[in-house]
């Protein structure tokens, strides 16, 4: 057989639901190359149908322990789940991942759902890149809830929530300075907040801070170059309007778990009759063209270049628009 019918076979395969075809797929998207292209040509009219999730917070907020209440409160519902835990920090699956897996273990078994750990391994495009093409072969492999937990460790957690439709970001109570633990950034891209481990009593402080950051970020929202939108009919500000909701949880005990699941539903809903969500495909998918076009140009550039251009720059030699015009020179040239 070779090797392009054997790819036929399991992209069939995956359509069909297979959950072998789904691993499997999972891993030629992370090799990437041709056949990765060939495998997302093949599958992507199929896609569009997955709510996909992020969760992010900072390490051991208690977002692997979240993940799994949810995912249970998913299947209680009938609905099949694709976990996706990603560790931009680290350049090795399984290991550093093992203890969510263990964390997760009352999940297994169960073929309506299916759990894989990424990490980065120098992909072209990026960890970003890669979780959301493995987020399509999911979405192809018709799981209805698709939940990507990554650590929040700088910006790619950002890029990686931003895969997502719903985001939400999980702070813990007892994790330094309340206000200087929740970075600015991460509270613009959540849909949900949730504060787990509210089994602690530091927790208000942490819901009250978080209170507090969103009514001053909030009022900016209906801001637009600095003044009010008056001209905004009252009813369609009312519609485009989402007011991230805080959920307090003891995820260790599934407390709060309907809560946040009902806010979940809630925010999948008002996306879909705002028309957000339409809104947000398109935002994902130019994010999707810029992040390629970037990694097809500069991912063919030397190492040696990319050096040279640099010291360059820095060193003043060179004009940043100079350096990216011999770059983009270079890539016509080919
Ligand atoms: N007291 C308490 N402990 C919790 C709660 N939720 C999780 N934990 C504990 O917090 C620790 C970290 O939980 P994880 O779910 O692994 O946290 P995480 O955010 O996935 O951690 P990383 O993936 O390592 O960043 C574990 O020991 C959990 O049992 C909670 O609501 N209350
Ligand atoms: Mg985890």
Redesign the pocket.
Known sequence: MTAQSQLDGLIAQLLDGNRRAVARLISVVERGGDSADKVIHAIYPHTGNAHLIGIT??????????VNAIAKAFRAADLTVAII?V?PTSPFTGGA?L??RI?MSDLYGDKGVFIRSMASRGQLGGLAQTTADAVKVLDAGGFDKILI?T?GAGQAEVDIASTAHTTIV?EAPGMGDDIQSIKAGILEIADVLVV?????PEARNTVRALRNMLQLGGRSQDLHHGRLMETVPVDTMENAKWEPPIVE?????DTGIDQLVGEIGRHQHYLQTSGRWAVREAQRSWREIERRVVANVLGEISAETRQSLTDAVASRQLTPAAAAKMVLEMEVAK
């Open positions: 917070g900072p390490p051991g907020a208690g977002k692997s322990t979240l835990a560790d991942l203890g969510d964390r937990e650590v999980i787990n481990k509210a089994d602690r949880t003891v995820a260790t005990q």
